[in-house]
């Protein structure tokens, strides 16, 4: 990998991993078409035990955003109140009262799903779409996230990156995580990574960040996936990715003067659906306990019309 | 039961039908707590086939809300899109572009949960709490929703009422089923309801106003439970219930000058979870094809922190 | 004026009234470069008798959107309140108790200002700027409304149109007010339109819709500026202009196939600041009850950086 | 004043100044009554040179809301955009495109009015009424700004304390502003302050903060009126008053453990009508330049119904 040369490295990578026609010109699944009736039906045996873990960070103003890309933390405002309730102000008869909130959220504020509509390459979307036609200011008009409501169900295996290569668990800022990394990992758990499943990939930088005040979590330096895990993504046929990082790639990235280059490759490329902000702490403790690293996974997003993310609240069950 | 006397039959209902205390002074989850490990390990073995369901209404505009409760349809908006990124303005370096989103929504406003501090009854809410100390204007502090982020997956079934009892698949608006017409229902469909189970009710009312139009659907007549389920509804022990109406009971209610009647018992008398417009189309339409009326389900409520509800993507796996 | 021709009309119009360049190729201001301090001199002197007036509807969810454009009513909400308060639910000391709030509004949801980026002709902006680098999805880089903060606060003409040329005080839907109503309006009242005013537009629309019901108000049929007085908008060298209707212009418009071409030419050929849903009504019967019909008028829009567009409420004193 | 006591000093400075019943049991006015006609048409004369100022901050992202209280900063999104309208993605007829955009604020999130139901005394709000049924989750039902829409509008003084009083033209932070500070600023401006009058007190907070970066302005230390001024407030009769701080009064308040405790006179006791986070300085400039410190200013409220605050710009005329 030339760090001097990141639009040579990305127009490659995007030719050589690149599934622009694979599941036809129609398509608005991009990998998560891996994760066929078969697969799930394999999956759900995982639950073995019936415990259950949400591997959802809480949706409030005490989140990591900073305003980076003008994305704030949720704002969550009640319409209706119990104090109102109490104080006869709702005028219901019979003793009924109520409550009733809104909030208001980036999509992208935390534990998310991208989606396809997310990131383009060159003007171009997922399949060699015209971006500019694809994603206006009316929403994303034909990959919307709301395509993908039933279907992101299926085996999770979790890559403890964070506890096999690092060090108390967790990864330093900065650090790369290799497809060596990621095989090392597979290996230490005994537990193999193949077409469909959904990789969960913890560098516990999340762990740190609770520990130590969120500093730069929203678009600071962070462990992550290599530029070069790209062929690894690619040639697994996984059906989607999550970290429990901000921005799921190293960061800094790679190359000199690079923005989120795996983005650039994976998503318009690849059409691979990548989650972000997971807290995958509780379920890797468990994992670590019993050994066993793989169970269903539910992650729904929200059939938001048109939207390029959703917020998610993941599933798993052992 | 005396339609003149709503305030006596809901204090009758709430005192014979009361779980407060039932798993301590400090409970959070109410019914939910019957959904425990060993019934979500018997559960997950129903996804036979593999197929999954999206169980969700979509999230925009084109929603139900017509302002009462100032409840509105979500607002979606774009904070970048794939139009800025064609046009180079940017300025990400290599080629990226990026696209980013937000939502404003009343957590009531499609496909929800009802969280344990949505209703009141005289000024009491779930497991006997002062309403007016439990759900202020800075939310519900101690039954918020995000307490239920890991436990609302287990065993669905789905008791197709419309189908069974009503003509071509739909109830009319203001028919209120009782005890006898779930327990038939199940009868038909061959399936038994009990403890920790979710119970979908469909009325086939959602079906109606998909063809015809919105109209009344948010606030207006609808088929739904009649009071006189509440003995059901505890006696059963189920986890949770939802139907694919605004409301979840009859509309208009059976006592005179009432309001949601059985939501002041259920909810704060019993801990009950509540689903409410949910789409159970697609899923009715594939268990009259094959016979089979449970299945896993998944229904995970954002954990929006102090939230008294929340939108959610339900996911049934047969 | 040909009607089947609105492309090449608008062509010519755009042509003849432009005023590109008038004010040097860094214009942010348009005609509001007309309101300079001699003229705001002179008009002060009008607020003889003291008298204020209001002429903005109120900001709440019974305004007339209906969705057109994404367009809602404004949801305000409170963040503290009085009730919280009362029951001691604040933890302030010594008995302070207070009371916050929110408003989530679209900038053209009510009485307001059309900013500078609001309407583009083929692509132009105000002053010949290119429209796609000029108003991204950040908003309008160039000729945001916060440029204008100090600036609308200057002599302002009534025009009652409804009471002069109508009956009973309204025009009905789709009448094209033309040059020749606008002089005898002026004549009937011995008023001047000069450069440097702001002219208000009276067509009664508001107050039949007030007695009525919204009906189409927001996008739909309207009493409004006929196309041809475009040569009048220009040549007066008004600042600015208002009109108690949703649109300005008239509705349905005067060619086939149209939308709002008076708008094409007037905001960004002419640079002209245009108000819509103003509420004229207390100030016009005040004028036709004292037979004068200028006024000290301050419309000061809210400097939000980058907005096309600010609600307002504008102030007349008399 | 007795440091030690802030209850009772706050229950003595109630008693001594409080204007309940003034205007009558259903006022909604406050001190805006002060503000008359006759007043008005003698301010009106005030606009000599016709220059104009705006007095307001710009309302985006980068304000100085940290979140104290969930006040957040203005969220400013488009709708629809040039970049849109350029690509010819709005599929509007003969050229014409448009931008549009939304606002999600909290109405004290900058340069703002405080309305008479923002801060309650044990419960009571303005004119003695019950805080609980006046201030809801609906919002102000009684006092809501929308009512002070026209009264905004008369004679404005600058008292520029931090130029008379302080170090090159600032205060420090909690530097509290007597009784004498005022008149021997009024003094060295050689303008008077009474009845009706608007009062505009520069600390020079604004200025160094824009300076050296927000820092603590939202919430944090500041000059700012002393408790000590609730007489002077009470008798000088003026119609309201703005500062250019975050919260009017001096922080840290003068009292042990007490929470803007001049708030908790003016507003329930007497009704005083309070800006806040006024941006002085442009208008302080000139002032000082032509030794005139009194002028014509309208600062009206957005009308947005039940608000408890609300955005402004203020407009100065000299």
Known sequence: MNRRDPEGAIAEAARKYSNWGRWGADDVLGTLNFLDEAKRREAVALGRRGVSFSLSQRFDMNGPQNGWGRRTNPIHTMLMTGSDASLGNQGSPH?????????????????????????????????????????TSEGDLVTGIEHMAPHAAGRGVLLDVGRVVGTEGELPDGFAITEEHLDATAEAHRVSVGRGDIVLVRTGQLTRVRREGWGGYAGGPAP?????????????????????????????????????????????????????????????????????????????????????????????VK
């Open 95 to 135: 003793g009924i009262g109520g409550a009733d909130d809104m909030i208001t959220m980036p999509l992208q504020c935390s534990t998310q799903w991208d989606g396809l509509g997310h990131v383009f390459d060159h003007g171009k979307a997922w399949n060699g779409r015209d971006a500019a036609l694809t994603v």
């Open 224 to 316: 992550g996936l290599s530029f070069t895990t790209a062929g690894w993504l690619h040639r697994t046929e996984i059906a989607a990715i999550a970290t429990d990082t901000w921005g799921f790639e190293v960061r800094p990235n790679e190359f000199e003067h690079a923005f989120q280059p795996l983005h650039q490759v994976a998503i318009p490329h690849m059409g691979l659906l990548i989650g972000e902000m997971w807290d995958l702490d509780a379920l890797a403790a468990d994992c670590a306990a019993d050994g066993v690293y793989d169970f269903w996974l539910t992650a729904a997003p929200l059939p938001i019309t048109g939207a390029v993310g959703s917020p998610v609240n993941p599933i798993a």
